[in-house]
């Protein structure tokens, strides 16, 4: 999954043009994928039957891939797009995060399922973490009509930091940062992510941005240039591993995500970034497209303790057990 995602809101189809700097973080989200025996009745069908284990939502159904019910789009539609012809499957998911925490979790789960199902198929339709990110983009935006930039699936497919250059929606071109392993260190001891306990619908959120800024092209620009800005001033400052630039610009882009729509800063969200600003937080960054729920990952002082005290006995917040991740999707096999 990923945080700080600077820049995010330029991934979109309608800010046609962008860039996010990002970090991937774990553990994030597995899918467990095997062939089983063809059910009697399938076989003169030629349609598979699908067992799927949601651990998420405590949901375990069975389905045949023709008839797909519907109560799990998002997996659905990656099972049938991607799943071998023919045979059926033992499918099961889970990610370490709650649902909705705006981290890109559901990107996360769909290039894990992916990976999975494509390795049960044989020889790969679906090439390195490019292959992997397009596909899983175009299950949420063209299979089902789901609002979605590009970003989460990069984070999720490739793992580490980067720059995310788009241009144009959907293209990308992903630049990883080359992070000297102090400058890795200092943001494993120093990235606190905090859940904001509620759940979060990134599509509905960006369904409330599109329609304010329906029809006036000059005005998304000009709202939408400062979130871009924020990215490149981020890569530049990984890469020199300076973690106060950093964090200023997480905090330029939390107020340019403000500017974009009113709802995108939920209060919650405002009274733990002001928790972080009294302990001597160095940044801040409402993650995702922002709005209810979802969660806020900030940039500890050197000594993080007072501020992790605050957010959890004072505040009562959830703190994430999340961790910088150098590396993206991975197939194990479990057999």
């Not at 009697?40 to 891939?65: I, M, T």
């Not at 679906?126 to 590009?150: I, K, N």
């Not at 890469?239 to 340019?256: C, F, K, P, Q, V």
């Amino acid at each position: 999954m990923r945080v700080l995602d600077a820049g995010g809101w330029s991934d979109t189809w309608f800010a046609r043009h962008g860039a996010v700097c990002h970090l991937a973080v774990g553990p994030g989200a597995e899918a467990f994928a095997r062939l089983s025996p063809i059910s009697p009745g399938c076989e003169e069908s030629g349609s598979g039957e699908v067992q799927l284990r949601v651990a998420d939502f405590g949901d375990h159904y069975g389905f045949r891939l023709d008839r797909p019910p519907g109560r799990h789009p998002l997996l659905e539609a990656t099972i049938r797009r991607w799943a071998p012809p023919g045979r059926s499957l033992e499918i099961a998911t889970t990610s370490a995060v709650p649902a909705g925490s705006s981290l890109g979790t559901s990107a996360s789960v769909v290039v894990a399922l992916i990976a999975a199902l494509q390795e049960l198929t044989g020889p790969s339709a679906v090439t390195g973490p490019d292959g992997l990110a397009h596909g899983a983009h175009e299950v949420e935006t063209v299979d089902l009509g789901r609002q979605s930039g590009v970003q989460d699936q990069v984070a999720a497919a490739y793992g580490g930091a980067n720059l995310v250059r788009i241009a144009p929606y959907p293209s990308f071109d992903v630049q990883p940062l080359q992070l000297a392993p102090d400058v890795f260190d200092a943001l494993a001891r120093r990235v606190i992510t905090v859940y904001l306990g509620a759940f979060h619908d990134s599509s509905a959120v960006h369904d409330t941005v599109i329609k304010h800024l329906a029809g006036n092209e000059a005005e998304a620009d000009r709202l939408l240039t400062p979130l871009r800005d924020s990215a490149a001033r981020a890569a530049i400052a990984l890469a020199e591993g300076d973690l106060s630039a950093y964090g200023e610009a997480m905090i330029a882009n939390t107020e340019a995500q403000a500017a974009l729509h009113p709802t995108l800063v939920n209060p919650l969200a405002r009274h733990t970034i002001a928790i972080a600003d009294r302990c001597g937080a160095l940044g801040w960054k409402v993650n995702g497209a922002g709005g209810t729920g979802g969660t806020v990952s900030l940039i500890a002082p050197d000594d993080p303790d007072r501020l992790l005290k605050e957010l959890e006995l004072v505040a009562q917040l959830q703190v994430l057990p999340l961790q910088p991740a150098r590396q993206g999707a991975q197939v194990v096999d479990r057999s």
